[in-house]
Structures are given as structure tokens and as C-alpha cells.
């Protein structure tokens, strides 16, 4: 009866055992289905997140790479200002000629820009570092001179300008002096011009806006009858008869070599008028309608045959009058006589 008992004892707590074994069974089994689902919840989540990061800075790196490939200065910005002085000058009541390295300005002495070693350049009587810049790129603090302009071959003395147009660290900054003595500390002091519309044009054109209206009466305004003349004659040894109406720079810039120092003589309007080269077999007659100047050589008794060809004043003018060409032509219109 005794053995019974201690049998019967054994069995229930072997029935038990096996039962608290298998609650933890199933109970870690559910655990251990919780944390997969958990783990694959976060798996799932996790790539995306890593997916937006890569292609948020894939497009910082972009927008940075685009911003420092931008090139502040430009040709095309040059002619741009070349257009603006023309029109800006004008309503100055005073004439701006532009100035480069090789094509200095004679300024109460000093050569501009290539005397800015032996005069350095200072704003408010402190030295600059200045460098002269075809793109407008320089290192930090540094000045980038991207066009010289002056009024000194037509202003009464006393009263020139010149015009520093720079790029200091990405901001336009127009530089201006009319100092027309040396000074102590051997500088050539400039002040940041005060010239509101100048200092505005020079900004939208380096950022790359329009600086003023293209309009027909502004573009043929800019010009007088000799510029005009000049332009006819550049127009007659550069293009072929009904070439069309453009005219390369390099081709401006052989003409213009090819007249230098040769006797023109030219008279006319605004609208209408000529120039002569030695005899009537090389007149050059032109008109002027809005924005396009038609130039005709008539056929002569000597047998020199007719010639007619039409231009752009707005393309072509500032290739004569800006950059590298400026003093060279310049130098022809002071050369032209009147018929």
C-alpha cells in the first residue's frame, strides 16, 4: 500500500515536469517568433533610410559641383558691359573706352591696368590684392579686375573717371578714382563708386541678368556717325556681299588691323552716311534702320563692280569698341577726316 502511494506521488510529478515543459516550450517559441518578426521589421525599414541618406548627399554633392563650375566672367559678359558703357556713358553726357593688359589707358600718368605693380591699387587709402581676371576667378579676399573703363581721351582734364569693374569674394564691386597726382604712399586711391545704375548694371550682368532693355532705339543710339562709319567700313572688308549679317570676332579684328593707318576720310548721320578710302572705287556707303546697317559699294566707271551687305549693329559694335579692339579703333576714328 505504502509502495502504491509513493508510485502514485511519482507519476503526477512527472505529469508536472512535462507540463511546465511544454508551456516553456511553446512560450519560447513565441518569443523567439516575436524577435524574428521584430529583427525583419527593422531589415525591412532600414535600407530606405540608408537610400534617402546616399541620395540626399548624392544631391548636395550635385548642387555644390554645379555652383563652383560657374564661371563669373565671361565674353559674352564683356560685350555685355561693352553695351551698357555705351548707353550708361551716354547719359553721363561722356564717352568710355575699354582698357586691357597690352591696351593701357594713359591716366594722369600712370598706365591702367598694367601699372598696377609700380602704382598698387587702394580702397580708402588701403592696399588691395588685385589681380587681373579673363573668368573672374582669383583666391580668397583678392580682387578679380575683369574690365578697365576710362574717359580720359575725351574729358577735360581734371575731370577723367577711371572704372575699376572687379569680383571680390563672388560679389560685384565697380571701383572708381579720378586722383590725378601721385601720393605719398605711392597709391592710386579708389573709392566704391556711388553710381547706383553703374553699380546695379555691373551686378546684373555678372549674375547673369539683362543690365538694361534691348530696344532698337538704344542700340542705335549708342553709336555716332563715326563709330558708324567705322562700323560700315569693318563691315565691308570683313563680310562676303549677302553674307548674312554677322560678323566673327576674329574677323573684326583683322579689319581693323587691316585700316589701321591708312587715310579714311567720312561723312553722315546717324542714319545715313559714307566713308572713302583714297578714291571713289573704295566708297563705302551705309543705312541704318533699326538695329541693321545695309552697306553698299556702287559699281564705278573704272569697272569696279557693285556690292551690297547687311550687319548688326548690336553684334557687331561692341566687337569693334570693347576689349582688345577698343584703342585700335580708337585710334582709326581719330584718324578720319571729314569729307
Not at 167 to 196: E, H, R, S, W
Not at 252 to 264: A, N, P, R, W, Y
Not at 313 to 338: D, E, H, M, R
Request: charged share 15%; aromatic share 6%.
Amino acid at each position: 500500500m505504502k509502495s502504491a502511494k509513493i508510485g502514485l506521488t511519482v507519476a503526477i510529478a512527472v505529469l508536472l515536469l512535462a507540463g511546465c515543459g511544454a508551456q516553456s516550450s511553446k512560450g519560447g517559441s513565441a518569443a523567439q517568433s516575436q524577435r524574428q518578426a521584430k529583427s525583419s521589421s527593422v531589415k525591412k525599414h532600414k535600407p530606405t533610410k540608408v537610400a534617402k541618406k546616399t541620395s540626399s548627399s548624392q544631391s548636395t554633392r550635385n548642387q555644390k559641383t554645379t555652383k563652383q563650375a560657374a564661371t563669373p566672367w565671361t565674353q559674352a559678359k564683356s560685350t555685355q558691359l561693352a553695351s551698357f558703357m555705351n548707353s550708361w556713358g551716354q547719359t553721363m553726357k561722356q564717352s568710355y573706352t575699354a582698357y586691357t593688359p597690352g591696351h593701357s589707358v594713359n591716366f594722369y600718368g600712370t598706365s591702367e591696368p598694367d601699372g598696377m605693380n609700380s602704382e598698387p591699387p587702394a580702397v580708402n587709402n588701403h592696399k588691395i590684392a588685385i589681380q587681373w581676371s579673363q573668368d573672374g576667378k582669383v583666391g580668397s579676399n583678392v580682387y578679380a579686375l575683369v574690365a578697365v573703363y576710362s574717359d580720359a581721351e575725351t574729358a577735360d582734364y581734371a575731370a577723367e573717371h577711371l572704372y575699376f569693374f572687379t569680383i571680390y569674394n563672388g560679389q560685384p564691386v565697380v571701383l572708381v578714382t579720378m586722383q590725378n597726382q601721385g601720393m605719398p604712399n605711392n597709391y592710386l586711391n579708389f573709392d566704391v563708386t556711388a553710381n547706383k545704375e553703374l553699380q546695379q548694371g555691373f551686378a546684373a550682368i555678372v549674375n547673369g541678368k539683362s543690365s538694361e532693355p534691348t530696344t532698337v532705339a538704344s542700340t542705335t543710339s549708342k553709336y555716332n556717325a563715326q563709330q558708324l562709319q567705322l562700323i560700315a567700313r569693318v563691315g565691308f572688308e570683313g563680310l562676303a556681299p549677302d553674307g548674312g549679317t554677322g560678323l566673327s570676332a576674329s574677323a573684326v579684328s583683322q579689319s581693323l588691323h587691316d585700316l589701321d593707318g591708312i587715310h579714311i576720310s567720312g561723312s553722315g548721320t546717324s542714319t545715313k552716311g559714307s566713308s572713302t578710302i583714297g578714291t571713289a572705287v573704295s566708297t563705302v556707303e551705309y543705312t541704318v534702320v533699326g538695329d541693321v546697317m545695309k552697306i553698299n559699294h556702287p559699281a564705278t566707271a573704272a569697272g569696279s563692280d557693285g556690292w551690297s551687305a547687311s550687319l548688326k549693329i548690336s553684334q557687331v559694335g561692341p566687337l569693334i569698341f570693347s576689349g582688345t579692339n577698343a584703342a585700335l579703333a580708337q585710334k582709326i576714328i581719330a584718324g578720319i577726316q571729314p569729307e
